[in-house]
């Protein structure tokens, strides 16, 4: 018996020793007066989750675990639509797939997207809201039960499409001429000094532009170019789950009305990221209180196999 205890404690204490052994939860939610077609990329060299595509009403949610470790991105596909041939395709942020799931594709510009880095650096999940390829939906990231000075709510809940400069404007032809869009300055003028490449292409060189600052002044917490490092790049500890949310405050550009002509698709069910040195630039900005790898969940898995353990004894 004493035996047997030894070796269960053993493999318990290996269990928790072991990094990543907890897995993350997004809840996808949907606010918006229309369907949102969600996509989902993971980061070269991850497995794809789940599902990469799907759709969701109004008010509806979904919620995807994705493993520990796991990197990728998150974005909002809008006016969707099959032709006669079942090809399905959106206005903005299409992958291109030609399908409701994405596999593996990228959101085409302009897109929100909301980045992860789950058990990264120091053992802290990255993550930020990025307009570095334009912006499509307002969108909100809530972690939940999260730790660290720079754990916080983040996203862009403004409208873009409103105040957006007509040389940045994507229209849809399809809804009179509304705006859906609004590209980035680097997809709409193809620049280097807009796309940080060329002489540009260091955090020295490339500096914000005039409509970088456009973004940046209406979502502070968005990436708004290449470099935008330092106020962009969120960290924390603790293992949390995220809430994802489209369209988190009422009134935004896109009307009911807008949305479907044609019937909702039944689903099947990173350009600049945070990966690579700029994981490493934000790591420096938050380490104090950010370093706890194992919260609540962790700390559910331990009761649960201590209680087993216990039980397990009774027999002998």
Same mark, same amino acid.
């Given at each position: ?17 072991? /990094? ?21 990329? #993971?980061?070269? =060299?991850?497995? #794809? ?8 009403? /109004? ?6 675990? *994705? ?12 006016? !969707?639509?099959?032709?006669?041939? =079942? ?8 992958? #291109? ?36 390829? =334009? ?28 105040? !957006?400069?007509?040389?940045? /404007? ?25 796309? !940080? ?8 060189? !490339?500096?914000? #532009? ?45 009307? *009911?009305? @807008?949305?479907?002509?044609? @019937? ?30 194992? =919260?609540? /969940? ?19």
């Amino acid at each position: 018996m004493a035996q047997l205890t030894t070796l269960l404690m053993s493999l318990l204490t290996l269990f928790l020793s072991t /990094k990543g052994v907890i897995s993350t939860t997004f809840t996808i939610l949907n606010k918006c007066d229309y369907t949102v077609w969600p996509g989902i990329q #993971s980061n070269a =060299g991850i497995a #794809s989750l789940t599902t990469t595509g799907f759709a969701l009403q /109004k008010d509806e949610s979904k919620t995807i675990t *994705a493993p520990a470790s796991w990197g990728g991105r998150f974005w909002g596909r809008t006016h !969707c639509s099959q032709d006669s041939t =079942g090809k399905f395709s959106c206005v903005t942020a299409d992958c #291109s797939s030609g399908k409701v799931e994405c596999a593996g594709n990228n959101a085409l510009p302009p897109a929100t997207l909301a980045e992860f880095t789950l058990d990264g650096y120091g053992g802290l999940d990255f993550f930020d809201v990025s307009l570095v390829d =334009g912006y499509n939906l307002p969108m909100l990231v809530v972690p939940q039960g999260g730790k660290g000075q720079n754990c916080s709510t983040i996203g862009c809940v403004s409208d873009l499409n409103e105040s !957006c400069p007509s040389e940045l /404007k994507v229209t849809s032809t399809a809804d009179g001429g509304e705006s859906v869009a609004c590209k980035s300055a680097c997809a709409a003028l193809d620049q280097d000094q807009y796309c !940080c490449r060329g002489a540009y292409g260091t955090p020295n060189t !490339c500096k914000p #532009s005039t409509y970088s600052q456009i973004f940046k002044t209406a979502c502070p917490h968005a990436y708004s170019y290449a470099y935008d490092d330092k106020t962009s790049t969120f960290t924390c500890g603790a293992s949390p789950d995220y809430t994802i949310t489209f369209c988190p405050a009422p009134n935004t550009s896109q009307k *009911a009305s @807008q949305e479907q002509s044609t @019937q909702t698709p039944t689903t099947t069910t990173s350009s600049p990221t945070i990966n690579g040195t700029m994981i490493y630039e934000g790591a420096e900005l938050d380490q104090s209180g950010c370093t706890h790898v194992f =919260g609540s /969940k962790a700390i559910a898995v331990f009761v649960s196999i201590t209680v087993a353990i216990w039980r397990f004894s009774q027999f002998f």
